[in-house]
């Protein structure tokens, strides 16, 4: 399917109906919707580009350098809301490892296409799954760490009783799982009842049959549920040395 | 089991808590280490528990030296009851202290020691060899001090006169001279 300018401009054109509303309702909001959007088109102009060269080349080492810079991209911005730079590194070595080992066993054990390492498949599979670890990780980690600055008697209560570092952590580790669980479990629950997901739409459009593009849905749902939580126990994992020093106390800076 | 302090040194942003200090804690004795707020009695519950390196000197426990590496070991020799019991990590269901609301799901799961329940049972301490109290309340003084009479070693920072007048060793600290009596 091709799409023409006029076409475009027909789509463009969708926007008279929240531009006016909000021209003649709240205009300052009008103002930041602009804004918003020009940013999106720009955003979208470079995935865009971006896209169209990984496809264009269709090379394994673009596609895991374009997996690296989304890694590089997603763990600077969770470093910047749970405001902890000292896992960064650990961020990324958790995400692109999980993000890899899943998009790898989806591709070659549960999917199986004829070219499992192309562009085609590769980048939409790795991409769906990045956007949910992201989302949710952040969420789960920043939960993690605000529970031990807030509350780390608990940790040295059970660590001065005996417990070892796994034990007594297991309590903020259970939090955190359980902050990127019920969320995504809450969604799931209502999801194709109430709302057509947009993962689902665009298999629908990309031309597949109902059934098959269910199942694909639910496969990559399932997915990035796994990767989600392999990504989170090996960001916390490996953060460890760089939150806790070799007594085991949390470092100041945390 | 004895735990030994020897020639210990600790300044914790740029005030010196303790220095030089030597003592024993030994089985079958309630050490009580007290002085007035901010003197250093919670570092030195740290300092025990391996959670804090000192400047200079050493921890010893029957000999044997406390390092990052044989800490965990020897915690799980201790009971540690914190200073703070009021832990709201999970919300507690009933009027408990809350201590035994983050056990609960560990406890039977993971693992077992709970070193004191609100109705001060201290049935679960009884396996362990060392207990150290920080700054407990004066109602559980009596059920440390059997524990101390049947051979354990029980250590409480406190200022409460009733404790430190049930304890067989004060340590004071603060003023920059430490007492031991």
């Known amino acids: 399917m091709t799409l023409s300018y006029l076409n475009l401009l027909a789509g463009l054109l969708l926007l008279v109906i929240p531009g006016y509303l909000l021209y003649a309702y709240d205009r300052l909001t009008l103002k930041k919707a602009v804004i918003a959007l020009v940013r999106m088109g720009t955003q979208m102009a470079v995935l865009g580009a971006c896209l169209w060269l990984l496809y264009k080349f269709d090379s394994v080492w673009l596609n895991l350098l374009w997996l690296a810079i989304l890694v590089v991209a997603a763990a600077f911005l969770m470093v910047s809301r749970i405001d902890i730079r000292r896992v960064f590194v650990p961020a990324c070595a958790a995400m692109f490892t999980s993000v890899l080992a899943v998009s790898a066993y989806m591709l070659f054990v549960v999917l199986r296409p004829d070219a499992p390492l192309s562009a085609r498949w590769a980048v939409p599979v790795t991409g769906v799954l990045m956007a949910h670890v992201l989302t949710t990780n952040i969420h789960a980690v920043r939960t993690y760490f605000d529970c031990l600055r807030q509350d780390s008697q608990a940790y040295y209560t059970l660590l001065g009783n005996g417990a070892t570092r796994l034990q007594a952590l297991a309590p903020y580790i259970t939090r955190a799982i359980k902050s990127l669980t019920v969320p995504a479990m809450a969604s799931l629950s209502v999801m194709g009842l109430f709302l057509m997901p947009m993962l689902l739409s665009g298999l629908l459009i990309g031309g597949l049959e109902p059934i098959a593009a269910v199942t694909l849905f639910v496969l990559f749902i399932i997915g990035a549920l796994a990767a989600s939580m392999l990504s989170l126990v090996l960001t916390l994992w490996f953060s460890d040395r760089q939150v806790f020093n070799r007594h085991g106390q949390l470092k100041p800076d945390i | ?181």
């Open chain 2, 1 to 181: 089991m004895m735990l030994e302090l020897k020639d210990a040194s600790l300044t914790i942003e740029g005030r010196e808590l303790f220095k030089k200090l030597s003592f024993m804690a030994l089985d079958g004795q309630l050490t009580c280490i007290t002085g007035p707020a901010g003197s250093g009695k919670t570092a030195m519950v740290q300092v025990m528990l391996g959670f804090l390196p000192l400047d200079d000197g050493l921890v010893s426990i029957d000999g044997e030296l406390l390092t990052p590496r044989s800490a965990p070991v020897f915690r799980r020799l201790m009971a540690y009851i914190p200073q703070h019991r009021d832990i709201v990590l999970e919300p507690a269901a009933d009027n408990t202290s809350g201590l035994e609301t983050v056990w609960a799901p560990y406890a039977t799961k993971h693992y077992h020691p709970t070193p004191i329940d609100s109705s001060l049972n201290t049935a679960p301490m009884s396996t362990k060899s060392i207990i150290i109290a920080d700054d407990p309340e004066p109602s559980i003084i009596n059920p440390l001090r059997s524990m101390a009479n049947n051979g354990h070693t029980v250590i409480v920072t406190t200022q409460c006169e009733e404790i430190i007048n049930l304890s067989d060793k004060i340590i004071t600290l603060g003023n920059h001279d430490t007492v031991i009596s």
